[in-house]
């Protein structure tokens, strides 16, 4: 009997229509538990870096996590994982709500995508009956639409749907998944899914999930539960409301945004509107958020509620949570709430992620502005400017982007394969990409060491790469600090007490210390690939400060959960296996060095000589050389010998 996974993965040959249950390896669990970490182990065996993101070789790979349907509080997090159309690296995105407890339940792990339909068809999963089912019905079809159309045509109201929009059928490069509330939003994920013919998935499952030691585990999961309405009323001093208690960002539960839309950049992220936060500004958003917000909603097994359901008056209901809900309003330097809403559930339609589209649309707008689009590029472009607002040409953009019509085809690509198919000097406006994606608009002054080496080098691609357990910044009074860190059970060492107690404010760049940041940096992204294995939801772990998921427990939820026998070393030590392999991977697409540096106006005061210094040590702390490679000694260590020869073999390492 298995035990937290089912034992079973899903294979659908979409060229030929073949489906197939095929018996999971559980030595692959045992050393890359599930979720992410056995996605990138599959698509390292499968898929070598000759394959671009639109072959019929790429695997879309959608996986549970390893915890998900157990009683695990927060277990919610599906996982898509396939080889990005932006960036022709790793991608990877996830999505909560009630999908992956659905497919457990169903009786499956994973199911693993690979060719291309010749016809538009949808999956659909129905416990131990599997069929591929014609969709060119709900071709053009908006997501939820199609999810809607799907259950009624199924007869099943319960149904869980994850679909693709228009966006993902034109393979816009920054296509979405869909489902409920929650989104696979990152990376191009609904473009891989577009481009092989696939408009949904659609599963139902009514069996159980097997746990190894029930009772042992239910103790944890009682643990977790008893622990968030204790900390819920303990929010952190001196954190946004948005996020100083548990949860994804509490967008959708709390009105004030004064950080958000004082600190991050408005329009193509350049401009900070330093005090666009008035008392006047607050009224309106307490009044808007009221008034629109429905109710608040939550994921699988989860009492955190982080979604709100929106209801703008004469416009269907939604569900919205998180930074989308400022991403278009601010890039659009309008400050209208009800069109940020507007914009966001035709979006969420087309499919298109909520990060990168804002962004691509200032930067047309930008464009526009100084002469590089013209009227001959974009007839019928509706007037607008940074003083009176850009909506009308972000509604105008959305559907030209979504349909890949005129301009919108280049647009589609995202701003650097847009800019360099545009020309004529787009490339300088194409300015906040890392890795060719675009990022989270988060600029400030003085250079953020731990930011750089999380933004530069993280892999994860979206918010929340760079949060994690430990502060943004310093505490002004030591005792604070002191404080602070009485109940701080969450950090690996004691060592990060101190180091936290050591960090006096306005000490950027050169402190905390290189050593200091290797180490923090190290945990933070440890702790986003635990949850991104187990399908825990970061607003319960990686995302929040204290909050009851940590490394000290997580290896008791995988023992209980698998009877694997897990402690923190191992743990650890299977972490390190799982981003050396995501590394590995990029490494093998071509990523070296140059790639890891974050945008050059990420902050006004740079510090070049020091940013490298700060490189080169954390790239000897991960057991990567100078170029940001594994080195052979490392894979040995890690039990990893087949990358090595695997590398060695092209030459990558000698």
């Given at each position: 009997m298995k035990y937290a996974d089912t034992g079973y993965n899903l294979e659908i040959d979409l060229s030929t229509g073949n489906i197939e249950r095929v018996e999971t390896d559980p030595k692959i669990t045992e050393q890359y538990l599930g979720g992410l970490g056995s996605n990138l182990k599959i698509l390292w065996d499968r898929v070598p870096p000759e394959v671009d993101a639109f072959d019929p070789e790429n695997l879309l790979i959608?996986?549970?996590?390893?915890?998900?349907?157990?009683?695990?509080?927060?277990?919610?997090?599906?996982?898509?994982?396939?080889?990005?159309?932006?960036?022709?690296?790793?991608?990877?995105?996830?999505?909560?709500?009630?999908?992956?407890?659905?497919?457990?339940?169903?009786?499956?792990?994973?199911?693993?995508?690979?060719?291309?339909?010749?016809?538009?068809?949808?999956?659909?999963?129905?416990?131990?009956?599997?069929?591929?089912?014609?969709?060119?019905?709900?071709?053009?079809?908006?997501?939820?639409?199609?999810?809607?159309?799907?259950?009624?045509?199924?007869?099943?109201?319960?149904?869980?749907?994850?679909?693709i929009g228009l966006a993902g059928e034109n393979r816009v490069f920054y296509a979405s998944i869909e489902h409920d509330w929650s989104s696979a939003s990152r990376t191009g994920m609904g473009a891989v899914m577009g481009d092989k013919g696939l408009k949904a998935i659609v599963v139902r499952g009514t069996k159980d999930v097997n746990i190894a030691r029930p009772e042992e585990f239910g103790k944890l999961c009682q643990e977790v539960m008893e622990f968030i309405p204790i900390r819920e009323s303990q929010p952190v001093k001196g954190v946004p409301e948005c996020c100083d208690r548990l949860g994804a960002p509490q967008e959708m539960r709390e009105h004030n945004d004064d950080w958000h839309m004082n600190n991050f950049p408005w329009g193509n992220c350049r401009e900070r509107r330093t005090h666009y936060w008035t008392p006047e500004v607050d009224?309106?958003?307490?009044?808007?958020?009221?008034?629109?917000?429905?109710?608040?909603?939550?994921?699988?097994?989860?009492?955190?509620?982080?979604?709100?359901?929106?209801?703008?008056?004469?416009?269907?209901?939604?569900?919205?949570?998180?930074?989308?809900?400022?991403?278009?309003?601010?890039?659009?330097?309008?400050?209208?709430?009800?069109?940020?809403?507007?914009?966001?559930?035709?979006?969420?339609?087309?499919?298109?992620?909520?990060?990168?589209?804002?962004?691509?649309?200032a930067f047309a707008v930008e464009l526009y502005e100084a002469g590089i689009l013209t009227d001959e590029d974009m007839p019928g472009f509706p007037t607008g400017s940074k003083e009176t607002g850009n909506e009308e040409r972000f509604f105008w953009l959305l559907d030209k982007i979504a349909r890949r019509e005129g301009i919108g085809d280049a647009l589609a690509d995202g701003t650097y394969w847009a800019a360099r198919r545009i020309g004529k000097g787009a490339e300088v406006y194409a300015h906040n990409t890392i890795k060719k994606l675009e990022q989270v608009g988060a600029k400030t002054g003085m250079l953020n060491p731990l930011y750089f080496l999380m933004y530069g080098t993280g892999a994860k691609a979206n918010i929340v790469q760079i949060e994690g357990q430990w502060p943004q910044m310093p505490y002004d009074d030591i005792k604070d600090r002191e404080d602070y860190v009485k109940d701080w059970i969450q950090v690996p060492d004691e060592k990060f007490k101190q180091y936290f107690l050591d960090w006096a404010p306005r000490t950027f760049p050169f402190e905390p210390g290189i050593e200091a940041c290797c180490d923090i940096v190290d945990w933070m992204e440890m702790i986003h690939y635990i949850d991104d294995s187990l399908g825990i939801c970061a607003g319960l772990s990686s995302f929040n400060l204290k909050p009851p998921y940590h490394v000290h427990n997580f290896p008791l939820f995988i023992s209980a959960a698998t009877g694997i026998d897990m402690d923190e070393p191992g743990l650890i030590k299977t972490i390190k296996r799982i981003r050396t392999l995501v590394r590995a991977f990029n490494v093998r697409r071509g990523l070296r060095r140059a790639d890891d540096l974050p945008p050059a106006d990420q902050w006004k005061k740079r510090f070049p000589e020091y940013e490298d210094k700060l490189l080169t040590a954390y790239y000897k702390f991960k057991g990567w050389d100078e170029e940001g490679i594994p080195t052979k000694e490392s894979l040995h260590e890690l039990g990893m010998d087949f990358v090595s020869d695997d590398l060695e073999q092209r030459g990558i390492i000698k």
């Open positions: 959608f996986s549970s996590g390893l915890l998900c349907g157990t009683a695990a509080p927060g277990a919610t997090r599906a996982i898509f994982t396939t080889v990005s159309p932006q960036t022709n690296l790793v991608g990877f995105a996830m999505m909560g709500s009630f999908i992956a407890g659905e497919l457990k339940n169903a009786g499956y792990d994973k199911v693993i995508f690979r060719g291309k339909s010749p016809n538009l068809v949808y999956l659909w999963i129905n416990n131990d009956k599997v069929e591929l089912r014609d969709a060119s019905h709900l071709k053009g079809k908006g997501t939820h639409e199609t999810a809607e159309i799907i259950r009624q045509e199924l007869n099943e109201s319960r149904a869980q749907v994850a679909a009224q309106y958003h307490k009044e808007i958020m009221g008034a629109r917000v429905e109710k608040l909603i939550g994921c699988y097994n989860c009492s955190m509620a982080c979604g709100g359901l929106v209801a703008v008056p004469g416009k269907p209901k939604f569900g919205m949570k998180c930074f989308t809900k400022l991403t278009y309003t601010m890039g659009a330097y309008s400050g209208d709430m009800d069109f940020d809403f507007t914009i966001a559930r035709i979006a969420t339609e087309y499919g298109v992620d909520g990060f990168s589209t804002p962004q691509v649309m």
